[in-house]
């Protein structure tokens, strides 16, 4: 371990850049041990990690992702009540009520964690309260998904709509007799993605070919069904503002977790420079933004901004490998923390929040 962290530093000499400890802590072999007990969970292999795991090139833009957040330090209020802030912890997605800010982003590959796969997913979400938005390339059928869903449980589908209009037309029927309430069309993949770890563990890309993706192929599809279009992928305040001038109802800030484009910006960034730009961006059109948000804090960030809702994905898969009750522990870890951060931060209404508690000049040892 030793010569493993000196390695590590000689190595960050070399390319003058400091060393990168991977992962945020979460202790979980404190509380396990070293070896997981047998029969606690299903076999993970290294090529179901690194799955879930990878990012595109060298990973930058992955690791960017999770450091982003603690460039920009928070700046306290005290002497505020903060004791009912909870209340305003439900939100609206489109309409849709929810208990909290934040919602499963859309991650192929369940079964990759448990055998259980998405129902796991669909009924955490359902059990927390949030929105769920599966993906495409989930292991299970959208139709199968849909039908372990909870009474009244909004489902959101995520789709790579292909150069292939009756194919299209496909997706879009199944996802409305489904019952799905809106179609989220990820448009930060249009081309196939250098992902080197992966390629190690013979992990590829679920989407390979090229695809294209333009404004006029949005106004096709809207007369294709009636279900909202939602716009996943968005990496600049021009598209932001294009966006709202095609009075597309609601975007997603995203590099696709860092896994298609080494240096695309992190939500984070974007979301600055929509703030920068404009901020009544963010009353023009519903915000939602994912990419490296493991904890309240960094979520508060984005909200402060504007930002509507937060997408997490990776945290929930791989709480996955404990199955239903590893989903619904993180939406429970995830609802503490934003009313303590809140707390402690002196925001007494999370509905309320503004840029001014953020320090966004970047500084210290993430800067």
Not at 70 to 86: A, C, E, G, L, S
Not at 138 to 163: C, D, R
Not at 290 to 296: A, L, M, P, T
Request: charge should be negative; glycine fraction near 8%.
């Amino acid at each position: 371990m030793r010569y493993s962290l000196i390695t590590a530093t000689l190595a960050s000499g070399v390319f003058a850049a400091r060393p990168f400890l991977n992962e945020p802590d979460t202790g979980i072999v404190d509380a396990l041990g070293a070896s997981f007990p047998v029969g606690s969970l299903p076999d993970i292999k290294n090529m179901n990690y690194t799955y879930y795991r990878n990012g595109a090139g060298g990973e930058w833009s992955y690791r960017n992702n999770l450091e982003v957040y603690n460039r920009y330090r928070f700046k306290p209020r005290m002497m505020v009540d903060i004791t009912k802030v909870q209340d305003s912890l439900p939100t609206s997605i489109l309409g849709h009520n929810f208990s909290a800010p934040f919602y499963i982003s859309p991650c192929a590959r369940a079964d990759y964690a448990h055998p259980e796969a998405e129902i796991n997913l669909v009924k955490g979400a359902a059990a927390a309260g949030i929105l769920y938005i599966p993906s495409l390339y989930s292991h299970l059928p959208m139709e199968t998904i849909a039908e372990n869903a909870a009474e009244n449980q909004t489902l959101f589908a995520q789709l790579y709509i292909p150069n292939n209009d009756t194919q299209t037309q496909t997706y879009f029927d199944r996802a409305e007799k489904a019952g799905y309430k809106a179609l989220v069309w990820t448009i930060d993949s249009p081309g196939d993605a250098s992902r080197q770890r992966a390629a190690r563990f013979d992990v590829g890309s679920s989407n390979v070919e090229l695809t294209r993706n333009t404004w006029e192929d949005l106004e096709k599809y809207r007369s294709m069904t009636k279900l909202p279009i939602i716009l996943k992928g968005v990496q600049t305040a021009a598209v932001a503002k294009a966006a709202i001038e095609h009075k597309v109802p609601a975007i997603v800030l995203s590099n696709h977790g860092g896994r298609n484009l080494d240096g695309s910006p992190s939500a984070l960034e974007v979301a600055i420079e929509m703030y920068q730009e404009d901020p009544t961006m963010f009353q023009k059109i519903e915000v939602y933004a994912d990419g490296g948000v493991r904890y309240g804090s960094d979520a508060l960030r984005l909200l402060a901004l504007g930002v509507r809702a937060v997408g997490i994905g990776r945290p929930f898969m791989y709480a996955n490998a404990f199955g239903q009750p590893g989903v619904e522990k993180v939406a429970q870890i995830l609802k503490g923390e934003l009313i303590g951060d809140s707390a402690n931060l002196g925001v007494p209404d999370l509905k309320k929040i503004d840029a001014e508690v953020v320090n966004w000049t970047p500084n210290g040892w993430y800067s």
